[in-house]
Every structure is written in C-alpha cells, then in structure tokens.
C-alpha cells in the first residue's frame, strides 16, 4: 500500500449540522424524582411493544435506584433480546493497521505524546498475513482501526479493505469490513463507501462538553466536539446509511452518557430515517503510560445496566461489547440484549502472527480482558445455547439502513438470520472446529431445526447444510 504524507480532511461540516445534544437538559431529567414502580413499568411495557423510547422515558429507567425495580428491567431487556434477535449473537474481529495518530487523547496509549508506544503501520502483506490467519481460526467478519493521521486518509482506508476482501484462505474469506477510524470529509466517506465497506463506527467518546475538553486537548483535531458529533450525519449524507456510535464508559456520569446515546440515535433517526445499526459501550481500561481520574469508574452492576437500558431504550439497534471485558461477565451480560461480540482478539499492532499469550502493553492502545481463542468462544455459545453468527447476507443483498428497519421492525428478519447463523455455524464447525466444539454445535444445530415452524424454510436450511457438508458447498443464504 502507498504511504502517503497528505493533508488531513476538510472540517466541513454537514448541511444543517447542529449540536443536539443539551447538557442542561439531561443533567436536570436526571435530577427529577425517582420514578414509582408504575412510571417504571410504563416505560418498560412501551420496549416491550418493541417501540423505541425518548431521552425522557430512559431517563426514568436510570433514575430508579429500586433493587426489585431494576431486576424488572433487566428480565424485560432479556425478553426484549429473544423477542428481536432470537439467541444468536454474532461474532468479529478486530484488526489494528496503524497507530500513528495527530490527537493526544488521555486516555489512549496511542496519544501522540505518549514517547513508549510501539508506532507502527502494517505494510500490505502484513494486513494480508494478519487476514490469513484470522480466515484460518474461521473469522469471516473485520472491523480495521486506525489512527487519526495523515497517512491513513481515505484512499489508504480503502486499499486496506480491497486487500482485505482479495486475500483468501482456503475456505477462509472475510465476508464484511467494518471500519473504526476518525470522521472523514464527503469526499472521503464516498471513497471509502466505494470498497464496499459495511459499518462506519465514529465514538463521540463522552457526550459532556466539558468532560469532552479535558479528555481532548485543544489544537488537536480530535479537540472539535461539533466535528466528530456531527461525523456521521456527513456519512450518512455520502451514502454511508450503516454507522455506528460509542462512548467510552468511565470518562463522565455512564447515566449522563446513555442519555447521550439515545440522542444521538434519535438525531440520526430524526434526520435520516434510519438510526445507528450498532451501539457501542466500552469501559475505559489500564493502557501504558496512562493515567488519569477515576471518580466515573463504571463498577459491573453499572455496567449491567447501561447495557439493559440500551436494548430497552433502542429495541432494533445492535449491541456490541467487546473483550474489554472478562469473559464470565460478558457470558452474563450477553443475554441482556447484546447482539455483537469479538473473539479471538489480538489488538497489537501484527498481533495475530506475532503476539504470545501474554498481552504486551506498548503495542496496544489499551488491556484487553478476554483473551480466549475463538474455538473457545464458540462452544461457550453453543453450550449456552446460543447460535454463533458469522451471517453477512443481508448487507450482501441490500438489506441495510432504511431497507433493514422495513425487514426487522416487523419481525420479519427472523426468516433469514435464524437460518443464516445456522449455515454460517456449520461452515465453522466444517472448516475449523475443534471436536469438542464441533459436538457441541451439531447439538445446538439440531435442537434449532426443531424449532423452526415454517416447515418451506425448515427444509431449505436442511438442505443449505446438508449442501456444507457433503458437497462442500459454502455462502449459502437466504
């Protein structure tokens, strides 16, 4: 790939951006009453009806401080997961290609102050090697990060994906290439657009102004709040209709950020119609040679309840929740309304052909917790019952954005996930499982093809895996 040493993009900003977001106007729903338990259960009853709720109306999820009140929400946030996405949780990897960066954020080891960070930016062959060995443990499913630098401007973005999707191995191939990188200008989101990437992830970080200055020292690019808040309304104006947000939990008051995630879905909804696909919520972790005030430290019973709040206040939109996390609590959080983990996650820079067991601090931007294979990833699933998802079709077949919300806001989806996870699954358990991974998924593969009613779609995902199997057929979808 071409290195290049160009200008960063214009700070253009989208027509008719705003700042929707009103600090005024969320610290004081959060300083309102506690709710009562019919206020509470009003709200729960509306997400139940799989309607989205208001900034408002989630305001009164987290200001109940009610133990009883509390377990309510997260059974309804449970019940909410089966009603919209079933039992099947999709699996990806990440994959670092540079971490060379102009911002300076505190909380990132890969802050351009800090002198001890590994700098790096993989070459082609190198990204090829990484995608090779992520093809072989089975991945079928990238999200690319880099830094916000010259050097990775969009046509550099998307060289990566093209070479990404060309490099095969074996039955090995990477099916989507999700993108985590700094807001782009229109110009360089409809080049990126172009390699035919699917999610365009861009973190606010913390939604609180203030909070957001400290974090993001002035004279970086990263330092302009309007900018980056407004970087996926310039994507979605490119053509770019799947986008995802995130904050970073910890920075600021985690009530104050859900808050801030809702109205950014709702602006995104507002404008476009078609609010964020995924949502992320990461916790800050220990990263080298940082340091900085943990006064908003978000402790796992907090946690448990952003991400309860989130499926209940978004019912359609995704969930991600990364290795960040120890694996038991993700294994506890997942049925609260998660729909998207990675696995098998190395974030060095080289990580997946260089990295030893152990974690090495300077070449990541921050400590990972869950750091078991992606084998081992998946019969957890399968034991738990839940169904491994690789599935990409419906990205494949134009069933994005507005186009998606028409299929899953009936229901309707659950016509072609169900069956695509199944055939994804039997690809894996084929091609790269372990025997005892492979017992397990075979298990859960029968137990689901009992469940399915509809017996037109029944037989046609018997015959798609028998197809698998026996003639080595592979991509097979609805």
């Given at each position: 790939?071409?290195?290049?040493t160009?200008?960063?993009?214009s700070?253009?900003?989208?027509?008719?951006a705003?700042?929707?977001?009103?600090?005024?106007?969320?610290?004081?729903?959060?300083?309102?009453?506690?709710p009562?338990?019919i206020?509470?259960?009003?709200?729960?009853?509306?997400?139940?009806?799989?309607e989205?709720?208001?900034?408002?109306?989630?305001?009164?999820?987290?200001?109940?401080r009610?133990?009883?009140?509390?377990?309510?929400?997260?059974?309804?946030?449970?019940?909410?997961?089966?009603?919209?996405?079933g039992?099947?949780?999709?699996?990806?990897?990440?994959?670092y290609?540079?971490?060379?960066?102009?911002?300076?954020c505190?909380?990132?080891?890969?802050?351009?102050?800090?002198?001890?960070?590994?700098?790096?930016t993989?070459?082609?062959?190198?990204v090829?090697?990484?995608?090779?060995?992520?093809?072989q443990q089975?991945?079928?499913?990238?999200?690319?990060?880099?830094?916000?630098?010259?050097?990775?401007?969009?046509?550099?973005?998307?060289?990566?994906?093209?070479a990404?999707?060309?490099?095969?191995?074996g039955?090995?191939?990477?099916?989507?290439?999700?993108?985590?990188?700094?807001?782009?200008?229109?110009?360089?989101?409809?080049?990126?657009?172009?390699?035919?990437?699917?999610?365009?992830?861009?973190?606010?970080?913390?939604?609180?102004?203030?909070?957001?200055?400290?974090?993001?020292?002035?004279?970086t690019?990263?330092?302009?709040?309007?900018?980056?808040?407004d970087?996926?309304s310039?994507?979605?104006e490119?053509?770019?209709?799947?986008?995802?947000?995130?904050?970073?939990?910890?920075?600021y008051?985690?009530?104050?950020?859900?808050?801030?995630?809702v109205?950014?879905?709702?602006?995104?909804?507002?404008?476009?119609?078609?609010?964020?696909?995924?949502?992320?919520?990461?916790?800050?972790?220990?990263?080298?040679?940082?340091?900085f005030?943990?006064?908003?430290?978000?402790?796992?019973?907090?946690?448990?309840?952003?991400?309860?709040?989130?499926?209940l206040?978004?019912?359609?939109?995704?969930?991600?929740?990364?290795a960040?996390?120890r694996?038991a609590l993700?294994?506890?959080?997942?049925?609260?309304?998660?729909?998207?983990?990675?696995?098998?996650?190395?974030?060095?820079?080289g990580?997946?052909?260089?990295?030893?067991?152990?974690?090495c601090?300077?070449?990541?931007?921050?400590?990972?917790?869950?750091i078991?294979?992606?084998?081992e990833?998946?019969?957890?699933?399968?034991?738990?019952?839940?169904?491994?998802?690789f599935?990409?079709?419906?990205?494949?077949?134009?069933r994005?954005?507005?186009?998606?919300?028409?299929?899953?806001?009936?229901?309707?989806?659950?016509?072609?996930?169900t069956?695509?996870?199944?055939?994804?699954?039997?690809?894996?358990?084929?091609?790269?499982?372990?025997?005892?991974?492979?017992?397990?998924?075979?298990?859960?593969?029968?137990?689901e093809?009992?469940k399915?009613?509809?017996?037109a779609?029944?037989?046609?995902?018997?015959?798609?895996?028998?197809?698998?199997?026996?003639?080595?057929?592979?991509?097979?979808?609805?």
């Amino acid at each position: 790939m071409n290195v290049k040493t160009d200008s960063l993009p214009s700070k253009a900003l989208s027509a008719n951006a705003t700042n929707f977001i009103d600090p005024a106007k969320l610290h004081d729903l959060l300083r309102l009453p506690e709710p009562d338990r019919i206020q509470v259960r009003a709200v729960i009853a509306k997400s139940l009806a799989k309607e989205a709720l208001s900034v408002e109306e989630t305001a009164v999820l987290l200001r109940t401080r009610d133990p009883g009140q509390v377990e309510e929400m997260f059974d309804a946030a449970r019940q909410l997961k089966r009603d919209v996405y079933g039992n099947r949780i999709v699996l990806f990897a990440p994959l670092y290609v540079g971490n060379l960066c102009t911002n300076d954020c505190r909380y990132c080891a890969f802050r351009r102050s800090n002198p001890d960070v590994v700098r790096r930016t993989l070459e082609r062959e190198e990204v090829c090697s990484q995608v090779r060995v992520l093809e072989q443990q089975g991945h079928k499913r990238l999200i690319l990060v880099f830094g916000e630098h010259p050097q990775y401007d969009a046509e550099f973005i998307a060289e990566c994906v093209r070479a990404v999707y060309m490099t095969k191995s074996g039955h090995g191939e990477i099916r989507r290439v999700n993108i985590n990188a700094a807001p782009l200008d229109d110009a360089g989101y409809r080049v990126v657009h172009a390699a035919g990437i699917g999610t365009y992830q861009v973190f606010q970080e913390t939604y609180h102004p203030p909070t957001y200055a400290d974090y993001h020292p002035a004279g970086t690019r990263k330092s302009d709040y309007l900018y980056r808040l407004d970087a996926l309304s310039r994507a979605q104006e490119a053509g770019i209709d799947d986008v995802g947000i995130g904050a970073l939990f910890g920075l600021y008051d985690w009530r104050f950020e859900v808050l801030g995630l809702v109205s950014h879905a709702w602006h995104l909804q507002d404008r476009f119609g078609v609010g964020p696909h995924t949502i992320s919520f990461p916790r800050v972790q220990p990263a080298h040679g940082v340091s900085f005030d943990r006064r908003y430290e978000v402790n796992d019973e907090e946690f448990k309840r952003v991400v309860a709040t989130l499926r209940l206040a978004v019912p359609y939109t995704g969930l991600i929740m990364t290795a960040r996390e120890r694996a038991a609590l993700r294994r506890e959080i997942l049925a609260f309304g998660v729909s998207q983990i990675d696995a098998g996650t190395r974030i060095e820079l080289g990580g997946y052909t260089e990295a030893e067991h152990a974690q090495c601090l300077k070449r990541e931007q921050f400590q990972i917790a869950d750091i078991r294979s992606l084998d081992e990833v998946m019969r957890e699933l399968a034991e738990d019952n839940y169904i491994p998802s690789f599935c990409t079709a419906c990205y494949r077949l134009g069933r994005t954005g507005e186009h998606f919300m028409e299929y899953a806001i009936p229901g309707f989806i659950q016509q072609f996930c169900t069956p695509n996870a199944l055939t994804t699954f039997m690809e894996y358990l084929v091609d790269y499982a372990s025997p005892q991974t492979r017992e397990a998924g075979r298990r859960l593969i029968a137990a689901e093809l009992n469940k399915i009613e509809n017996q037109a779609v029944r037989k046609a995902v018997e015959e798609r895996l028998r197809r698998i199997e026996v003639e080595d057929a592979r991509d097979l979808y609805l």
